[in-house]
Nanobody, 128 residues
């Protein structure tokens, strides 16, 4: 059972930056595709970004393309989300997710149902 712990959320002004981290409890998570989702109050959970287990493939949601960057350090069992040029509409709880991906080094799942493990979330608030 993989446990995921997010950190790095907080309050930032519009135009600012934050970097979220997601630490996995198991070394086997190195072979897991990892993703970030977010959920704003009153809205459905939204796909943000995903990265294949070797880090060779990434994919982003339209609303964050060009502003956010996902990366991973498998030696540390950690995935990151660098968020630049933040907007008030980026305000949400951000969740990390993971799914085993041994069969494909380039798989980049983009839907909630494709993921097996979820973190508790970290709040990001962007003030105008």
């Amino acid at each position: 059972q993989v446990q995921l712990v997010e950190s790095g959320g907080g309050l930032v002004q519009a135009g600012g930056s934050l970097r979220l981290s997601c630490a996995a409890s198991e070394r086997t998570a190195r072979t897991y595709a990892m993703g970030w989702f977010r959920q704003a109050p009153g809205k459905n959970r939204e796909f943000v970004a995903t990265i294949s287990w070797r880090g060779r493939s990434t994919y982003y949601g339209d609303s964050v393309q060009g502003r956010f960057t996902i990366s991973r350090d498998n030696a540390k069992n950690t995935v990151y989300l660098q968020m630049n040029s933040l907007k008030p509409e980026d305000t949400a709880v951000y969740y990390c997710a993971a799914v085993s991906s041994m069969s494909s080094m380039r798989w980049v799942p983009t839907t909630e149902r494709e993921y097996d493990y979820w973190g508790q979330g970290t709040q990001v608030t962007v003030s105008s």
